[in-house]
């Protein structure tokens, strides 16, 4: 039965393999991951087993990969099995009935993280770079260094710099305005702007809106203490914000809460707004929402079942505005999910083109079908729905 996963292991291009992850086993195992490593310059490949919580490793050579990968699948017997390469990740699920099924989808085009005792995990905004208001905001100790309890967040934002590093590459314009709708404590904000005034060296613009108060004077204060002139925050609600007097050229929004994505993608939308990357979260809106008379009520049974498919629901319709409004979109996971379960990212960019009319009456269709009003098609009226509510 593994053999056809050994099959297309062996088929794969290694440089493009991040990681192997392999779980859910009848054995006392929880997890093995396999990950490229260097040691003393020689490419191996590394065993992390995870026992009884307590994690077991051990290094294999290059070539045996798929020898030890089968040796590890017939041992315990893993019913799940995810090979994760650059771009996209394909899954295998053993049934009960021990037959394989196979899935694959698009991730963000990540480089290969070599795990390595000799070379340090690169990011493109690397520990021991002076970003003084990570010190503030508490990510990096005063050397530089991420602070344990900071690693995911800092993966999470690095990762987004790295996205839009990747659209701007052969960015020609010196001048670049962002807004951060729902910035919070400005992580993703400040990091941005580091990477754009201080790497790249771009007369950027940053502005970041939040509810909170005391949050945005916070980053005022640590803006004005570094002399960081262009990134400024301003206390709003993104819901009440529907024009903005200057160009802007992109928006972000990293975990916006429920509808405050929406009212971003709206703002974007009516502004013509040329990048958006919005990984929304707390979707609750819909899942309050949702209910099914029809076959699609089996969807909704199960709470967590109900939760997870209104959230992805309210984000495929926001995807489905955006292209009917000319933009060009992508959805990616950005980080793993064991980061954060929030972790597909909308990117959106306005190319100017016509959709049919025909996209229309999908979502008609689906609104109805599942008697949903999500933010996003009440801020457009009529146009999606049939009662113009
Ligand atoms: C989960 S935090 C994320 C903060 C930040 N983007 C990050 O990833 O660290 C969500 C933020 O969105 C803000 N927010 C929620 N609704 C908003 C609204 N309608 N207008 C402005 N900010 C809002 C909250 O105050 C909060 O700071």
């Not at 204060?221 to 802007?248: L, M």
């Amino acid at each position: 039965m593994y053999s056809e996963i050994i099959q297309e292991l062996s088929s794969l291009n290694k440089d493009d393999i991040n990681k192997i992850v392999l779980s859910k086993s009848k054995q006392e195992i929880q997890k093995a991951t396999v990950r490229p490593m260097l040691l003393k310059n020689n490419r191996k490949w590394q065993i992390e087993k995870i026992i009884n919580n307590q994690a077991f490793h051990s290094n294999i050579e290059y070539h045996d990969l798929e020898s030890d990968v089968l040796s590890l699948l017939e041992k315990y017997e893993f019913c799940d099995i995810n090979i994760i390469l650059k771009g996209k990740t394909i899954s295998y699920r053993v049934s009960k009935k021990k037959k394989l099924f196979r899935n694959e989808h698009k991730t963000a085009v990540k480089n290969n993280t070599i795990l390595s005792h000799d070379v340090p995990k690169k990011y493109i905004l690397e520990e021991g770079m002076p970003i003084l208001p990570l010190v503030d905001l508490g990510v990096f100790d005063s050397n530089f260094n991420v602070k344990k309890s900071k690693y995911d967040k800092y993966k999470q934002i690095n990762r987004f710099v790295e996205i839009i590093a990747d659209e701007f590459k052969s960015y020609d314009k010196d001048e670049l305005t962002i807004i951060d709708f729902g910035c919070g404590k400005s992580y993703l904000t400040f990091i941005i702007y580091y990477y754009f005034a201080f790497v790249k060296k771009i007369n950027v613009k940053i502005m970041g809106f939040d509810l909170k108060d005391d949050v945005v004077k916070h980053c005022n204060a640590i803006a004005e203490k570094y002399n960081y002139k262009n990134i400024r925050f301003i206390t709003g609600d993104i819901s009440k914000i529907e024009t903005c007097q200057e160009h802007v050229d992109m928006i972000i929004t990293l975990h916006a809460c429920d509808t405050a994505t929406d009212y971003a993608l709206f703002f974007a939308i009516k502004n013509r707004i040329k990048h958006i990357f919005s990984v929304p979260c707390c979707q609750h809106e819909v899942n309050q929402q949702i209910s099914n008379k029809n076959e699609f009520s089996i969807i909704l049974r199960h709470g967590l079942y109900k939760e997870r498919f209104s959230a992805i629901l309210t984000d495929a319709i926001r995807c489905e505005v955006l292209q009917d409004h000319g933009y060009e979109v992508d959805v990616v996971e950005f980080v793993d999910f064991e980061n954060t379960p929030k972790n597909a990212m909308i990117r959106a960019k306005y190319k100017g083109k016509q959709v049919s009319l025909e996209n229309n009456m999908h979502l008609k269709k689906i609104v109805e079908e599942f008697s949903i009003r999500p933010t996003i098609l009440k801020l457009f009226g009529e146009k999606y729905l049939r009662d113009g509510e």
